[in-house]
């Protein structure tokens, strides 16, 4: 009975991982701690860099964008591109868009084209 009860936890347990949404709308909504941050044309100092690493992003399900922790925090809204490879970010009226080079439950990397520069976050 004992292996039985067992086995029926696995296969349900197996089923809600096998059932979790890869896609990007889904995979974006979570809160997301800045991890490193390259512009390789413009060496960020030490300083800068540890505050920028304290920061978070979060991303809610009802399109809500909120930056947080790197002394100028921002709110705004996003969406993603139809194909899931451009983030687009709203804030005081103005709109940025970065590509999105990799996206999974933990990990995200955006590249900024126009500014040179690569941001690496993981769930938080």
Known sequence: MKKIIFLLVICVTVGFISCKSNKPKDLIVNK??????????????????????????????????????????????????????????VTNGNTESNDILELTSSKMVLSDKTKNSKLTVVPR
């Not at 701690?33 to 399900?61: C, H, R, W, Y």
């Not at 809204?77 to 490879?85: E, N, P, R």
């Open 32 to 89: 997301w701690k800045i991890q490193d941050i390259d512009v390789p044309n413009m060496p960020v100092p030490d300083s800068i860099k540890a505050t920028l690493l304290k920061g978070t992003m979060e991303f809610t399900k009802d399109g809500k964008m909120i930056l947080t922790g790197m002394g100028n925090d921002q709110s705004g809204t996003y969406t993603l591109s139809d194909d899931g490879k451009t983030l687009f970010v």
